[in-house]
C-alpha cells in the first residue's frame, strides 16, 4: 500500500513539473506585447464581476430585496434536508401548504451543483453573495472560450466578455434576485461545445460536453435561458448546414440533446410531472421600440428605481441592459460590415433574438408566433429577456469581424491587438460601473434580533415573522427559521386546492386530526417525512395531517405483525385509514419518477465511461 502511494505521488509530482515547465515554455515563448493582451484579457474576465458585486461585501449580514428572500428560502431547503434530516429535498413544507420542491423550477437548484459546498458551509447571506460573484465569472470565462471559436483575437474576445457577461441585465437581473438568471452563463459554454463538436473529426467528448452543458441549465433551473440556448444553437445548426452542405451540426445538436435528457432525467421527469399538475401558461403581449431600446441599451440612469425609459409593466429590471453607448455602436458597424462565412449563423441567430426581444410589435411579430405554437415558450413572458442573448450572438459577430482588421494592420497587428484590448478593458469598466448601480441597491433586508422558533410545526396564514424593513413579500426565509409554514406565500407553482390550514382557520382541529374518539400526535416531521403516533386511535380511523397531498405521497403503519403499506385517501391532505393493531402511521415523500430518473442518468454515465474508455483504447 505505501509503494502504491509513493508511486502515485511520484507521477503526480511529474506532471505537476511537466505542466509547469510548458506553461513556461509558453509563457517565454509570447512577447511583451502578446503577454500584456493577454493580461488585459484576464482583467476583462475577472474585474467586472468584482466591480459589479464590491457593494455587497460592505455588509455580509444583510439579504437581498425582492424575489431574493424566496431563492434564499430554496437553497436554505437543501441545506437543512441534508445536514439536519439526512433527506434528498423533494418536498417544501413551509411554503402554500406544502409542494414538491425538487419538481419545481426552481426550487433545489443547489443540489447538483458546483455550488452546494459553499451552501453546506458558508452562512447563507455569504453564499448567496458568492454565487453571485462566481457566476459571473463563469459568464465571463465561457464568453471568452465561445469567442475563441470565432477569432483568434485577444481583443475579440475581450470585446465579447466586456458587452456580455456583466452587462446592465445581469446587475438589475441579480439585485432582483431572479437566480434562474444565472444559468445564462452558460450559454456561452453551449455556443463553444457545439462549434468544437462540429470541428471534430470525432466528436464524442464535445458532445458529451455539449450535454453535460444542457442538463446543467436543467438543475441551475434555467426556466429561460434553456430554451434560449436551444433556439440559439438550432438556428447556428441550420445554417451550418446550409454552409457545409452536411447534416452533422444537426446530429450534434440532438446527439448532446439526448445527452442533456439522460442526465439531466433526474431532475426533468419530477419537473415535467410539476408541470403537468400546475402548468405555467402566461399571457405575453409586451413590447418595445426600437427608441425605447436604445435608451435601454446607452442610458446610464440605469438603478433599480430608476425608469430612464416608460416602458410597462414591471420594473426597470426587466427591460435595462446597458452596454453603452460605444459597445451599440460596435455592435451596430459589426452587423454592417463584417460578412464572414464563420459570421453568418451568429449574425441571423442575433437578428431573430433581436425581434423576439422587441416582443408582440405585431400580431405576425416572432415572439407572437413563438409564445402561441410552441409549448416550450408558452410559459413565457417579458420577451426582452431575449435581448441578453442576443448581445451575446451579436458580440460574436463582432469578435469575427476583428481578425480581418488586424491582418489589415500588417506587422502592426499585436500593437493594434494590445490597443483594442485595452479599449474593451475600458468598455468592461464603464459596463460593469453601470450594472454595480442596481446591485447597491439590493441587499438591504435585515433579519430581527431575535427570532424565535416553535418547538412544533404549524401553518400560518401570512408569515409570522419580517424583517426589520418589509419588502412586498411574504419572507419565506424567516418562516423557515421559525418553523412556521406559510398559506399565502410567494415563489411556488400555481397550484389548486390548497389543503393545509393556517392554525387561525375556523376548521383547523391541529396537525394532525382524527375522525373517531382517540388521540394522534406527530412523532417525527421532517421535510419528506410525517410519523404519526396512534396507539389509542380504534382500527378504521381516519388520520389526517394538515400537508397538502400530492403525487409522490405513500403512506404505511407499523403494526404487530410489521410494516403495512396503506391506500392514501382521496383529498386534498395526506390521510388514511389506521389498520387494526396500528402504532404509528408514517407517510414518505419521495419525488415522482425520480427513481426512473436516476436509473436513465446512471446508464448515460455507465455509456459514457464504456465509451471513453473504448476511445482511450483505439488511442493507445
Known amino acids: 500500500m505505501a509503494v502504491a502511494r509513493d508511486r502515485i505521488r511520484s507521477y503526480a509530482a511529474r506532471a505537476v513539473r511537466a505542466a509547469v515547465r510548458r506553461r513556461q515554455r509558453r509563457w517565454a515563448a509570447m512577447s511583451w506585447i502578446q503577454l500584456g493582451s493577454r493580461m488585459l484579457l484576464l482583467l476583462v474576465v475577472l474585474l467586472p464581476s468584482i466591480l459589479c458585486t464590491a457593494s455587497l461585501w460592505a455588509d455580509t449580514s444583510t439579504y437581498g430585496f425582492h ?29 402554500c401548504g406544502g409542494f414538491p420542491a425538487w419538481g419545481y423550477v426552481e426550487g433545489g437548484t443547489t443540489v447538483v451543483s458546483p455550488l452546494l459546498p459553499l451552501y453546506l458551509v458558508c452562512d447563507l447571506p455569504l453564499a448567496l453573495r458568492l454565487e453571485v460573484l462566481l457566476m459571473g465569472w463563469l459568464g465571463a470565462w465561457g464568453s471568452e472560450r465561445a469567442a475563441s471559436r470565432w477569432t483568434r483575437s485577444l481583443a475579440g474576445r475581450a470585446f465579447v466578455v466586456a458587452l456580455f457577461a456583466v ?3 445581469f446587475g438589475l437581473q441579480a439585485a432582483a434576485g431572479h437566480t434562474w438568471h444565472f444559468a445564462y452563463a452558460l450559454l456561452p459554454w453551449a455556443l463553444y461545445y457545439f462549434q468544437r463538436a462540429n470541428a471534430a473529426p470525432r ?18 433551473g434555467g426556466i429561460y435561458p434553456l430554451p434560449h440556448t436551444v433556439l440559439a444553437l438550432a438556428l447556428l445548426a441550420l445554417v451550418e448546414v446550409g454552409l457545409s452542405r452536411s447534416f452533422k451540426p444537426l446530429t450534434v445538436l440532438a446527439v448532446g440533446g439526448l445527452w442533456g435528457i439522460g442526465l439531466a432525467a433526474p431532475k426533468l421527469l419530477p419537473m415535467l410531472a410539476t408541470f403537468a399538475r400546475a402548468p405555467r401558461l402566461i399571457e405575453s403581449s409586451e413590447q418595445l421600440s426600437l427608441t425605447h431600446l436604445w435608451i435601454a441599451l446607452t442610458s446610464q440612469a440605469q438603478g433599480f428605481y430608476q425608469r430612464p425609459a416608460p416602458v410597462r409593466p414591471y420594473g426597470w429590471h426587466e427591460w435595462g441592459i446597458y452596454i453603452g453607448t460605444s459597445g451599440t455602436v460596435l455592435l451596430l458597424v459589426a452587423a454592417a460590415l463584417v460578412w464572414r462565412k464563420k459570421s453568418l449563423g451568429v449574425k441571423l441567430a442575433s437578428v431573430v433574438f433581436l425581434l423576439l426581444g422587441l ?13 402561441n405554437h410552441l409549448p416550450m415558450f408558452s410559459s413565457q413572458h417579458v420577451p426582452s429577456r431575449f435581448l441578453y442573448p442576443a448581445v451575446l450572438l451579436a458580440a460574436l459577430g463582432l469578435a469575427s469581424g476583428v481578425g480581418p482588421l488586424l491582418r489589415w494592420f500588417g506587422r502592426r497587428a499585436a500593437w493594434a491587438d494590445l490597443a483594442l484590448s485595452l479599449a474593451a478593458l475600458g468598455l468592461a469598466v464603464d459596463v460593469a460601473t453601470v450594472a454595480a448601480k442596481p446591485m447597491s441597491e439590493a441587499f438591504w433586508m435585515v433579519p430581527p434580533p431575535e427570532l424565535h422558533r416553535a418547538a412544533d410545526f404549524s401553518f400560518a396564514e401570512r408569515a409570522p415573522v419580517q424583517y426589520l424593513k418589509r419588502d412586498w413579500a411574504e419572507p419565506m426565509y424567516l418562516s423557515m427559521l421559525a418553523n412556521t409554514g406559510v398559506i399565502r406565500c410567494y415563489g411556488t407553482p400555481p397550484f389548486e386546492g390548497v389543503g393545509a390550514l393556517a392554525k387561525t382557520h375556523p376548521r383547523y382541529r391541529g396537525e394532525v386530526e382524527v375522525e373517531r374518539p382517540g ?14 403516533q396512534t396507539d389509542a386511535v380504534p382500527a378504521g380511523t381516519r388520520v389526517l395531517v394538515n400537508m397538502n397531498k400530492a403525487d409522490g405521497w405513500e403512506a404505511s403503519a407499523k403494526t404487530e405483525s410489521g410494516e403495512r403499506k396503506l391506500q392514501l385517501l382521496a383529498g386534498d391532505r395526506l390521510a388514511a385509514f389506521a389498520p387494526e393493531g396500528a402504532r404509528s402511521l408514517t407517510f414518505r415523500y419521495s419525488p415522482p419518477y425520480l427513481g426512473h430518473g436516476l436509473m436513465l442518468a446512471a446508464c448515460c454515465l455507465a455509456l459514457a465511461a464504456y465509451l471513453a474508455l473504448r476511445r482511450r483504447w483505439e488511442r493507445r
Request: aromatic share 16%; glycine share 8%; net charge negative.
Open 67 to 95: 424575489d431574493w428572500d424566496v431563492m434564499a428560502s430554496h437553497r436554505y431547503l437543501a441545506k437543512v434536508s441534508i445536514l439536519e434530516h439526512g433527506e434528498f429535498p423533494g418536498w417544501n413544507p413551509f411554503a
Open 167 to 169: 452587462n446592465g441585465r
Open 359 to 371: 416582443g408582440a410589435f405585431h400580431p405576425l411579430a416572432p415572439w407572437p408566433l413563438l409564445h
Open 203 to 220: 466528436w464524442f467528448p464535445e458532445g458529451l460536453k455539449l450535454g453535460l452543458v444542457f442538463a446543467w441549465l436543467v438543475y441551475a
Open 519 to 532: 388521540h394522534a400526535v406527530i412523532s417525527h416531521f421532517s421535510p419528506n417525512r410525517i410519523e404519526v
